[in-house]
């Protein structure tokens, strides 16, 4: 009978062991405390979601104000160009990168042993929560990333299928680049109320409208990015006779490119304005 209560003893304490091991075993892993990001997206969506002092560095387009729309946060964060060295040095436990982010640079990265996560792009307005979300579990900040995307998806839901006339726009920037539906700029013209003439022209994804497609498309409005300082063969196609003449009588939007590049809640300032610009071209309908 004892060498039976030593028995039952000796395995309730193997179990309780065991019980301790696994509830421990199923604890979420503990939050990174040194983040860099390399990726102008990620950097972004990092210092909406990073706990204070979390994040270390980003890429040093974060500070570009034409590119970013966080340029201002970006000044208090250092900056890295994306170089494995530089990233090795500063002792990351996780680096935050695009999915189209140097092949050779993440993995000479994963091969030094320091943890890679790469996110997609933003190709939708929903897309845009979920980038979220996602850098926010990557990060160990889910309840505040989930926060933020509520509020964006809330705020996003206002702009949903206006009703009345709906226009047509093209999204034609520097070298004659269109966009089409396929795309977070398409999206974001749609939201806006606008019907995309790129996609009537063939132009489902990205690519260069020639200037003859442009006038045949006769579109309401024509939305372009700002030019760059400085001479640019790119930029010279804003200034063709063409163009000009199709901009004769038609509104033009020289849109801040910055908030239409990545999928950061920035996306519903582009919604917004762009809302603007429709209800000038139907006369507040």
Known sequence: MRISRLISFSVAILLGI??????????????PERV?????????????????GQLVSVSFMARDPRASSMAEDAAEVPINHARAEEIYLLKPDLVLAGRFTSPATVSMLRRLGIPVAQFDTANTLADVAL??????AALGQGDKAAAL??????????????????????????GGYTAGRETLAGHIIRAAG???AAEDAGFAYGGFMPLEILA????DAIITGRPY??????????EHPVLQEILHGRPRSAMTDRDWVCGTPAVLGAVARTADLRRLI???E
Not at 22 to 31: I, Q, R, S, V
Not at 156 to 163: H, K, Q, R, S, V
Not at 229 to 238: L, Q
Request: charge should be negative; glycine fraction near 10%.
């Open 18 to 31: 065991a019980a301790e091991r696994g509830a421990a075993g199923e604890k979420a892993a503990p939050p």
């Open 36 to 52: 860099v990001s390399i990726n102008l997206c990620t950097d972004q969506l990092a210092m909406l979601v990073a706990a204070p």
């Open 131 to 136: 980038r979220l979300e996602e850098v926010g």
């Open 149 to 174: 995307a509520q509020d964006y998806r809330a705020k996003l839901a206002a702009f949903a299928g206006p009703d009345g006339q709906r226009p047509y726009a093209i999204l034609f920037g520097a």
């Open 194 to 196: 606008f019907d995309n």
């Open 216 to 219: 045949m498309s006769a579109p």
């Open 229 to 238: 300082p400085g001479a640019s063969r790119a930029d010279a196609i804003m």
């Open 282 to 284: 139907t006369g507040g």
